[in-house]
């Protein structure tokens, strides 16, 4: 951030700010592999929290703190609810099976 | 007597015509891929298809044709025009489907159109959104050529007769915000085209990018000649990696042929198409923060006045327009005001597209005439609650709104308040919810929403979100008192008075709604 406001000419905490105002954007670094879930209403509609829950006891800091399991307010694709998140890959209608398949084949679970 | 433009578009039609030629006689395999269904595996079907595709068809990757209940879909059209519509592909049906000229009947649907009324959305998951041609040859920028060859006061007007509103959830007439810009002097101006679709439920713009980007990409260069504008920005969503590469293949396309550029068709205006993307947050998709963060500023609103049409990107005069808006404008300019105006209500021309989702039978996509009732959206053409269970409510128009109970479904979708209480079309996201979800609940997730995104700008907003969730969660969880229902009310009419932007204005609206609808319950647990 330091860097950018220099090459930029404004200052550090103006960098700050932007860094920080965005959802996109991160100042820390993320675990390995994360999974999102879908909380918004079309996917709680779908049983998503019952989702979250089994994916939080089944899979969260699997791996040796390698995998993350996080909540997102909606996936943009409601129709095929729920949805989840590994890494950059969306799964529609997504099940506790299909995660930890995809958690099994992408880490040494 | 033909415009240049009409001269130009029909050489470009020409020559598409004799490069459809060489498909006439062979088997068209359309397998749609969009966002959402490339999640259910469309895109591993269409790689299957593609290796083993015979040499007498050809396949066509298209955008989706918002039966999302029954996706990954396959259409295969013979060249005697015979139809098979494909439901719920897998790999594994792939040999099937080829083979036999494919008929494995129970993987056959029925026609998911049937009781919509496509304008905005015909051909989506029918055309090729990366052909220019198949645009062209289904009609395309035909309203375009139109426009080029009238005045531009002409186009405002006949825009402004269509009656035609911002389907960006403020409904502001289009055709009095393109005369604004134009009006207002200034050395250049700017048109952004507003993809932002942060909003919780809504699904739309990423639909219609995905489908029938040249639409939009039209719609956009029609409102840039009008309002006197000579470059266009397109402001697409963070996560919508499918839609940006969609749009910008159709950007270049169209500027390879001429449409875009120097001299567009002949007609001696110019005009550039740049692509921008966002970087997370429902906050952004306000017009003025759009601004603000394509400006590379934090995502906060700017204080109005002036309107952008004033003083918008870089200081200048700047027309902001939803990418639904922009692609209802061809239709406008190619069968002319009052053929468009034919549709709709007395209050609302056209109609609107609504991302249906919930626990329902048939979600997806639908486009439907102004003035249908919620009752047939969500029974008629979403199919009715999952497994007939009973209706608890429905989320309209998103955080900003509110949920409406099973007795109001007759209301008629319109722009601006649809009940007195707060809730509202907004971009048209419909959401029901059965009786296996607390309504209570769903609203205390919509007003946390609204906590986590306020961008911090207004105190009123930043502060007062938070403490209704706070309040909320009281009467959840059974500590709640007659007083946190008091707080309710009074922090929702605050962060809505004293906020600058649409989200803090209308962040009150779960809670208003709630305690309209829902009071007995909320009253009931506030007695603990």
């Not at chain 2, 289904?138 to 309203?143: E, F, P």
């Not at chain 2, 995104?453 to 502060?463: A, M, V």
């Amino acid at each position: 951030m330091e860097v950018a406001g220099w090459h930029l000419g404004i200052p550090s905490s103006e960098v700050y700010g932007a860094a920080t105002s965005y959802t996109e954007l991160s100042t820390s670094e993320p675990a390995s592999h994360v999974i999102k879930i879908c909380t918004g209403l079309g996917c709680r509609a779908n049983g998503s929290l019952e989702l979250l829950e089994r994916t939080k006891q089944e899979l969260d800091s699997a791996d040796d703190g390698n995998v993350a399991v996080e909540e997102v307010p909606c996936g943009y694709m409601c129709a095929v609810a729920p949805v989840a998140k590994w890494d950059h890959e969306w799964i529609g209608r997504a099940t506790i099976d299909d995660l930890k398949a995809i958690a099994r084949e992408a880490t040494s679970i | 007597m033909t415009s240049h433009a009409q001269r130009a578009l029909d050489a470009l039609k020409a020559s598409a015509t004799q490069r459809a030629a060489a498909h006439s006689d062979m088997t068209r395999i359309v397998v749609q891929v969009g966002h959402c269904s490339a999640a259910v595996g469309a895109d591993q079907v269409a790689k299957a298809l593609a290796s083993q595709v015979p040499d007498s068809s050809y396949i066509v990757t298209t955008g989706c044709d918002g039966a999302c209940y029954d996706a990954p879909r396959v259409v295969v059209t013979s060249p005697d025009g015979a139809r098979s519509t494909f439901s719920g592909v897998k790999t594994e049906h792939v040999g099937r489907i080829l083979g036999s000229g494919g008929l494995p009947t129970q993987y056959e649907s029925a026609d998911p159109y049937v009781g919509q009324h496509r304008i905005v959305l015909d051909g989506c998951g029918e055309i090729d959104p990366t052909s220019l041609d198949e645009y062209l040859l289904a009609g395309g920028y035909s309203g375009l050529a139109s426009a080029l060859a009238k005045p531009q006061e002409k186009v405002i007007d006949e825009v402004k007769a269509s009656g035609l509103r911002g389907r960006g959830g403020a409904y502001f007439p289009a055709g009095m915000k393109w005369e604004s810009a134009r009006k207002f002097p200034s050395p250049d101006r700017y048109l952004v085209v507003n993809c932002e679709e942060g909003e919780p439920g809504i699904f739309k713009d990423r639909h219609l990018m995905e489908g029938m980007p040249h639409r939009i990409i039209e719609g956009a260069l029609i409102a840039a000649y009008a309002a006197g504008v000579h470059s266009i920005y397109i402001y697409i969503n963070a996560e919508a990696d499918l839609s940006t590469e969609r749009m910008k293949q159709a950007v270049d396309q169209a500027a390879r042929a001429g449409i875009i550029g120097e001299d567009v068709l002949g007609s001696g205006y110019n005009v550039s198409v740049t692509l921008r993307r966002g970087a997370g947050g429902y906050v952004c998709g306000e017009e003025t923060t759009l601004l603000n963060t394509m400006e590379g500023d934090r995502r906060e609103p700017r204080l109005r006045p002036p309107f952008p049409t004033e003083a918008g990107l870089f200081g200048r005069p700047t027309v902001i327009n939803n990418a639904e808006t922009l692609a209802s404008v061809p239709v406008i300019m190619a069968h002319g005001a009052a053929a468009f105006a034919e549709t709709g209500s007395e209050k609302a021309t056209g109609t609107k597209v609504i991302s249906l989702s919930g626990a329902l039978e048939r979600p997806g996509v639908v486009e439907v005439p102004m003035g249908t009732t919620l009752r047939e959206i969500v029974f008629g053409l979403g199919g009715g609650i999952i497994g007939g269970k009973a209706i608890a409510g429905v989320a309209v128009g998103g955080p900003s709104s509110g949920i409406l109970p099973d007795s109001m479904l007759e209301t008629a979708i319109a722009p601006g308040m649809l009940h007195e209480s707060g809730v509202m079309l907004g971009a048209g996201g419909v959401i029901a919810l059965d009786e296996n979800v607390d309504v209570l609940e769903a609203v205390r997730s919509l007003a946390k929403y609204n906590a986590d995104e306020s961008c911090g700008k207004c105190t009123p907003c930043r502060e007062g979100t938070p403490r209704m969730v706070d309040a909320l969660d009281r009467l959840l969880s059974g500590a709640g008192s007659p007083g946190d229902l008091d707080e309710l009310r009074g922090l929702a009419e605050v962060v809505g008075a004293a906020s600058l932007c649409g989200l803090g204005q209308a962040a009150g609206g779960p809670i208003n709604s709630a305690l309209h609808f829902f009071g007995d319950e909320l009253a009931a647990l506030a007695k603990g």
